[in-house]
Every structure is written in C-alpha cells, then in structure tokens.
C-alpha cells in the first residue's frame, strides 16, 4: 500500500467522488473501471495510467449529466402534477405510470 494513504491522504477525485455522493458501482458502470480498483486508484494503492483516468473524468461527467437529465425530468412530471399531489389515486395508477 501506498504510503501516503497511512498519512490520511486520497486523491481529490475521492473526495469529489463523495461530495457528490457519486458511488463506486455508478462509477463503474460507466467508466467500465472495476470497483476494486477504482477504490485502490482512489487510495492511491495502484499507479493509474493516463488512459484510466479520462475514463473516470469522464464517468464523473456522465453520470452527473444522467443525474441532471433525471432532475429536469422529474421537475417537469411535478409541474403537471403540482395542483393535483394531494388528490386521491389508485395505487395500480401509480404502476402504470412508471
């Protein structure tokens, strides 16, 4: 292991990583990166190539761009539904609509 992790240290993605409460399964989905060495990338445990790092850069991106995408999405179905939230629905209704 690497010694800057027994000093406390991580890489700044880590911490970027968590602020946004990105997960590591999310990130590896889209970066094609096992979890296991994103984890190890992010502990500073095994060295990274620059190719690995564009794919998680550009994970990072990606899933906050999926995130924003299902925001807007779900603002917009609130404003058709906004003035109809507290009326009765059947609950196959609400099956349906997913």
């Known amino acids: 292991m690497n010694e800057d ?11 970027f990583r968590m602020k946004c409460r990105i997960s590591l399964a999310e990130l590896s989905q889209a970066s094609g990166v096992s979890i296991q060495r994103i984890s ?3 502990l500073m445990d095994c060295p990274v190539t620059p190719y690995v790092v ?3 850069t550009r994970a990072i991106k990606i ?4 995130r924003s995408a299902a ?3 779900n603002v917009a179905k609130y ?5 109809h939230l507290f009326e009765p629905v059947s609950e196959w209704e609400m099956i349906a609509d997913e």
Do not use: D, H, P, T
């Open 71 to 73: 925001a807007a999405l």
């Open 54 to 56: 564009e794919l998680l």
């Open 63 to 66: 899933v906050l761009l999926r």
């Open 5 to 15: 992790y027994y000093n406390g240290q991580v890489l700044r993605f880590r911490a």
């Open 40 to 42: 190890k990338i992010e």
């Open 79 to 83: 404003r058709e539904q906004m003035g």
